[in-house]
C-alpha cells in the first residue's frame, strides 16, 4: 500500500462513526487523481497554506487596524490559533484532525482589509448585488480567485477542494451573535469537523481579542464581569482550557458540538462585554468609520475607472463590479492604504 491508503485505513480504524473519512470524501467538482502520499484533506490544507489569500492574512487586521507594536494579533495568526484550537477539539473527539485543520486554515481566506469595518463598507458598496459576507468570499477565493496548476501544466481557477471543506468555510461566520444550542434553527456546516471550527473560530478571537485590548490599554482583566469569570475563570489563558473541555464534555455525552448551558452563557457574556468595551468603543468606531471611508472611495474610483484595475483583476469576473469587489476585499490593510494615498494624494481624506 502506499502511505495515503494507511493513512486511511488508519481513519477508518481510529475515527469515530460521525467523523469524516478522507476515501469516503464526496469528492471534488473536478476529478483528479489520487495523491500516494496524502489524502485528500490533506492535499485540500496544503493548497491552502500555499495560496496568496493565505500569505496575505499576515497584513490583514483582526481588531486593531495598523497597530503599533509586533505582538497584536493578525488575521493569520488569528487564522492559527483557530486552527489549534478545532484540532485538540478534533483528536479529543476522534474526528477527522486534518479535514478540521483544513476548514480552520482557509475559513478567513475572503476577509477583507480593516476587519469587520472592511466587511461592513463592502457590504454596503455591494448591497445591489446581493452584499458582502467574508465567509462567501473565502468560497470565492478558492472556488475562482486563487488558480492551481494542474499535472499538464496549464494554470485554471480555483483550487478545486474538497466538497467538506467548501462546506465548512461557507458554514463558519456567525458576526457578534450569541453562540446559539446545538438545535436552533441556524445554518451549519454539514460535517462534524466544520461545526467544530465554527465553534472554535469564537473561542479564539474571544481570547486573543481581549488580550489585546488589554495591551492597548482599552480594558483590564480586572474589568471582566464577574458573570464571566464566575464561569469561565480569573484570567484569558484559562478561558480556551474551560470552553474546550466543556465542548469536549458536551460532544461525549451527548453526541454534538455544543456548550453546556452555564459555559454558553459566560462565553456569549464576554462576547457582550468586548462588544461593548472594545468592537463598539468610541475609538474602536472612530477606527471604523476611516477604514470604511477609504474602501468606500476606492470602490467609487475603480466604479469611475475600471480601466485602471490590474489586468488579471478583469479575469477574476464577467462583472465590472464584482470584479472591484473582489480586488479591494483581496487587498492587506498596508496596500489599501498605501493605495488610497496614491490615488488620493491631493482629494479626499479618510480622517
Known sequence: ??????????????????????????????????????TAFQRDRDRVIHSKAFRRL???????????????????THTLEVAQIARTIARALRVNEDLTEA???????????????????????MAARGGFRHDLQSLRVVEHLEQRRRADGEMVAGLNLTWEVRDGIGGHSKGLRDLEAAGADVARPSTVEGQIVRVADRVAYLHHDTDDAVRAGLIAELDVPRAVTDVLGATPGNWVKVIVRDIVAVAQEHGVVDLSERVRQGTNGLKDFLSERVYLSPQALRE???????????????????????????????????????????????????????????????S
Open 288 to 350: 471604523a468609520e476611516r477604514a470604511q471611508r477609504m474602501l468606500r472611495l476606492l470602490v467609487d474610483h475603480y466604479r469611475a475607472h475600471p480601466d485602471e484595475l490590474p489586468r488579471d483583476a478583469g479575469s477574476l469576473s464577467d462583472e465590472t463590479d464584482r470584479a472591484i469587489c473582489d480586488y479591494v476585499a483581496s487587498m492587506t490593510d498596508r496596500f489599501a492604504i498605501k493605495t488610497f494615498a496614491r490615488l488620493f494624494a491631493s482629494g479626499p481624506s479618510a
Open 58 to 76: 499576515v497584513n490583514k487586521a483582526q481588531v486593531f487596524i495598523a497597530p503599533e507594536g509586533d505582538h497584536y494579533r493578525t488575521r493569520l
Open 103 to 125: 476548514i480552520a486554515l482557509a475559513h478567513d481566506l475572503g476577509h477583507p482589509p480593516f476587519g469587520h469595518a472592511g466587511e461592513a463598507a463592502l457590504d454596503e458598496a
Open 1 to 38: 500500500m502506499v502511505p495515503r491508503e494507511v493513512t486511511e485505513q488508519g481513519e477508518e480504524a481510529a475515527l469515530q462513526a460521525r467523523a469524516c473519512r478522507a476515501a469516503r470524501s464526496r469528492g471534488r467538482a473536478e476529478h483528479e487523481p489520487e495523491d500516494d502520499l496524502r
